[in-house]
């Protein structure tokens, strides 16, 4: 099976930073990738699916990008509403692998 | 907007089979994919497996030979059947939908509120 990693586990931004997430598959997956938020006691949140697909509703700070291995999420001006850990996920084949997640707070 | 509702027991024994039911309101269960995944306390997503409306299911390999995931569409609901649980089991269980397509998976964009299972003697 796939393995997907995360870097890194967990970071601590201040209000307007830019951060960057890597998200990487041991197989290439092509763009069969997903990002999700979830905040401190809440559901998951489906944020991009195929690598770089914002759904409907996400705030425009939040990008995706890459293909095959090597996956990156970017929120361009980090806000307070945006403490969460955030999960990858592959869904290219079962399973549907989820990364270890990345815990995002502020400094 | 289609809603997910996960019921079952909160607190179950070693050994005993988990069942879990998600409830599908304000849309049809027809032509999507239907997941399990479930979160132990302080940790990370596992994704446990899904069932297609026709009753064809895909399970996660790790957890294969305690799971089975079934659909019924009269009632718009589908479940979740874990067999011989342990501590280990214990977690918050969610249930999600995916979109369907013939050649091509989706991700999960809708969640339910997920339940607490607890396993302890």
């Known amino acids: 099976d796939i393995q997907m990693t995360q870097s890194p586990s967990s970071l601590s931004a201040s209000v307007g930073d830019k951060v960057t997430i890597t998200c990487r598959a041991s197989h290439g997956i092509y763009n069969y990738l997903a990002w999700y938020q979830q905040k401190p006691g809440k559901i998951p949140n489906l944020l991009i699916s195929a690598a770089s697909t914002l759904q409907s509703g996400v705030p425009s700070r939040f990008s995706g990008s890459g293909s095959g291995t090597d996956f990156t999420l970017t929120i361009s001006s980090l806000q307070p509403e945006d403490v969460a850990t955030y999960y990858c996920?592959?869904?290219?084949?079962?399973?549907?692998?989820f990364g270890p997640g990345t815990k995002v707070d502020l400094k | 907007q289609v809603q997910l509702q996960e019921s079952g027991p909160g607190l179950m024994k070693p050994s005993e089979t988990l069942s879990l039911t998600c409830s599908v309101s304000g849309g049809s269960i027809t032509n999507y994919f239907w997941s399990w995944i479930r979160q132990p306390p302080g940790k990370g997503l596992e994704w446990i497996g899904f069932?297609?409306?026709?009753?064809?299911?895909i399970y996660n390999p790790s957890l294969k030979s305690r799971v089975t995931i079934s659909i019924d569409t009269s009632m718009n609901q589908f479940s979740l059947d874990l067999r011989s649980v342990t501590a280990a089991d214990t977690a918050v269980y969610f249930c999600?939908?995916?979109?369907?397509?013939?050649?091509?998976?989706?991700?999960?964009?809708?969640w339910g509120q997920g339940t607490t299972v607890t396993v302890s003697s």
């Open positions: 069932v297609y409306y026709t009753g064809n299911t």
């Open positions: 996920q592959k869904y290219n084949s079962a399973p549907f692998t």
């Open positions: 999600a939908r995916s979109d369907y397509s013939p050649h091509y998976y989706y991700p999960m964009d809708v």
